[in-house]
């Protein structure tokens, strides 16, 4: 059995912790893989397990704007949560559909992401290590860490992109340089609604990806919901590790 959550919009610090609580119930087989989709409320910047958030994220600018900042458990850069669907797979390493190797595992479970995006009439291609493309463009980064045992993988796929707001909640040099990371982002990255004729709707979106990770890992979901005691441990997660400032300055 392979379970799907689609759990709605969420706080920072109840995703991450949801992400956590389901890795260590997947890991002592009291879970079985779970694929889960999800958005952000308040908007919120994930900054990646190695960073310092003092030096990545204007603290000020965040409460100001009412804008969350969480640490992840996995590793990458600062990201802007807001227009976006976001997924976590977590899977024992032993799946059976699951390859060994680590970039292997990002382009698996990654082509889910391009099936659900096919299906929304827009093709994208797997670049690089651990990103998705619309027309060279960005559309989806993605994270991975394995631990006991089990893989989680976590990544956005953007419905709308706001550089100048992602900057403005991003530490950076100057204004100089402010100016040329917000050209660089309209380069380089897009959203669903800069390449499809409709606007984007999330719930349709999380349709679509479910609907691709089905027919790309060739599974068969069983559609649930958390269960109370999931729920009730990544709230107390949440509480006391994602949602402290012990975590989330660590470093």
């Not at 893989?33 to 900054?47: C, D, E, M, N, Q």
């Not at 977590?90 to 479970?109: H, K, L, M, R, T």
């Not at 989680?152 to 706001?162: A, K, M, Y």
């Not at 340089?177 to 660089?184: A, E, G, P, Y």
């Amino acid at each position: 059995m392979t379970r799907l959550l689609r759990t709605g919009h969420l706080s920072a610090a109840v995703n991450m912790a949801i992400d956590e609580i389901v890795l260590h119930r997947v890991a002592s087989g009291q879970a079985p893989p779970t694929f889960r989709l999800y958005g952000w409320k308040p908007p919120a910047v994930s900054i990646g397990y190695f960073q310092s958030l003092a030096e990545e994220v204007d603290l000020e600018v965040c409460k100001e704007c009412g804008v969350d900042i969480v640490r992840r458990i996995t590793g990458g850069g600062a990201v802007f949560h807001d227009a976006e669907v976001t997924y976590s797979t977590i899977v024992p390493q032993n799946w059976e559909a699951i390859p060994e190797s680590i970039p292997d595992s990002y382009q698996f479970i990654c082509n889910g992401i391009i099936e659900g995006l096919k299906d929304l009439g827009v093709k994208a291609s797997f670049q690089g290590l651990n990103d998705i493309a619309v027309g060279g463009k960005k559309i989806s980064g993605n994270a991975q860490t394995r631990r006991k045992g089990v893989v989680l993988q976590h990544g956005t796929i953007l419905i709308d992109v706001d550089p100048e707001k992602m900057f403005s909640l991003l530490r950076v040099p100057s204004e100089k340089t402010r100016k040329k990371l917000i050209k660089s982002a309209r380069e380089r990255v897009t959203g669903l609604n800069d390449v499809v004729d409709e606007p984007a709707d999330f719930e349709d979106v999380v349709s679509a990806l479910a609907v691709g990770f089905e027919k790309t890992l060739a599974l068969r979901f069983d559609r649930e919901q958390l269960a109370d005691r999931e729920i009730e441990e990544a709230e107390k997660l949440a509480d006391e590790k994602y949602a402290t400032s012990d975590w989330n300055h660590m470093r």
